[in-house]
């Protein structure tokens, strides 16, 4: 059974920082290509970060150089850092598993609340 549990959210006033963690089970972790995406409220899902199977990384343009997404293959731990939040980064961050092994996949986390308000 595949689980995908993050943690790590929160409240932070605008400037704060907050890492989020994504703890994998029932998945080959070394081999899964991983992302963290956001909801806002009243808004799509919306991509913010991945980390390849193969090391590439990609950060979504609106939070580049704020966030950066790394992971420990060890642990079956993927994270995001997230720096200088703004009230516009509020939302419910969800960790994906796109790929393992080089099958496509589809699985999601229940998610992690951030709010970044004064």
């Known amino acids: 059974q595949v689980q995908l549990v993050e943690s790590g959210g929160g409240w932070v006033l605008p400037g704060g920082s907050l890492r989020l963690s994504c703890s994998a089970s029932?998945?080959?972790?070394?081999?899964?290509?991983l992302a963290w995406y956001r909801q806002a409220p009243g808004k799509q899902r919306e991509l913010v970060a991945t980390?390849?199977?193969?090391?590439?990384?990609n950060i979504a343009n609106g939070v580049k150089g704020r966030f950066t997404i790394s992971r420990d293959n060890a642990k079956n731990t993927l994270y995001l850092q997230m720096n200088n939040l703004k009230p516009e980064d509020t939302a419910v961050y969800y960790c994906?598993?796109?790929?393992?092994?080089?099958?496509?996949?589809?699985?999601w986390g229940q998610g992690t609340q951030v709010t970044v308000s004064s």
């Open positions: 994906n598993c796109n790929a393992e092994a080089g099958w496509e996949r589809n699985y």
């Open positions: 029932g998945i080959i972790f070394p081999l899964a290509s």
């Open positions: 980390f390849t199977s193969g090391g590439s990384t």
